[in-house]
T-cell receptor, first 117, second 113 residues
């Protein structure tokens, strides 16, 4: 079974703190993604990575950065947490769809519910 | 630009009745379509996908979906709903030639006993 794990299920931080969310996948997937999920807005893409050290901005990258030093690990960083970053954060991974791989559905971690006070 | 619409925030259905959760999409190239389910306080689980081939796709837990190119729709269906099917359902699309998956806003399915 594909497994995507996230470092914390629940996290409470204070405004201005630097926050690290870690994601690890064990299926040798090329692509990894960070989303935030808010009621009524669905999933919105923050950043994605299609290879080690490669990253691209998604639809809402402001206030976030990412790091992918190893293939299995993709980190999301909130440089200075703000209350409007209170949300559920979901990590996902997939095989590279542009490499002709038909099984490119995404596999999701359990999510991290972040509260910024 | 890619987009996905799930026009219903919530769908209620009686146990044993057929269910449909609607999804329409817009892409510039060939669409790759997906359905996911989310149970409370959990991540999303993959249900089924359409890549190419038969328009009727069968997936996990007895769900199926029909790809309709002319109506740009990919509605999720199940012949007989179970109370345990109650969850949040997301439709997603990926345009050929891109890495990005676009998700709908989700439809909450409530199956009543």
């Amino acid at each position: 079974d594909v497994k995507v794990t996230q470092s914390s299920r629940y996290l409470v931080k204070r405004t201005g703190e630097k926050v690290f969310l870690e994601c690890v996948q064990d299926m040798d997937h090329e692509n990894m993604f960070w989303y935030r999920q808010d009621p009524g807005l669905g999933l919105r893409l923050i950043y994605f990575s299609y290879d080690v050290k490669m990253k691209e901005k998604g639809d809402i990258p402001e206030g976030y950065s990412v790091s992918r030093e190893k293939k299995e690990r993709f980190s999301l960083i909130l440089e200075s947490a703000s209350t409007n970053q209170t949300s559920m954060y979901l990590c996902a991974s997939s095989l590279d769809p542009l490499a002709g791989r038909k099984n490119n559905e995404q596999f999701f971690g359990p999510g991290t519910r972040l509260t910024v006070l | 630009a890619q987009s996905v619409a799930q026009p219903e925030d919530q769908v209620n259905v009686a146990e044993g009745n057929p269910l449909t959760v609607k999804c329409t999409y817009s892409v510039s190239g060939n669409p790759y379509l997906f359905w996911y389910v989310q149970y409370p306080n959990r991540g999303l689980q993959f249900l089924l996908k359409y890549i190419t081939g038969d328009n009727l796709v069968k997936g996990s837990y007895g769900f199926e979906a029909e790809f309709n190119k002319s109506q740009t729709s990919f509605h999720l269906k199940k012949p007989s709903a179970l109370v345990s099917d109650s969850a949040l359902y997301f439709c997603a699309v990926r345009d050929s030639g891109t890495y990005k998956y676009i998700f709908g806003t989700g439809t909450r399915l409530k199956v009543l006993a």
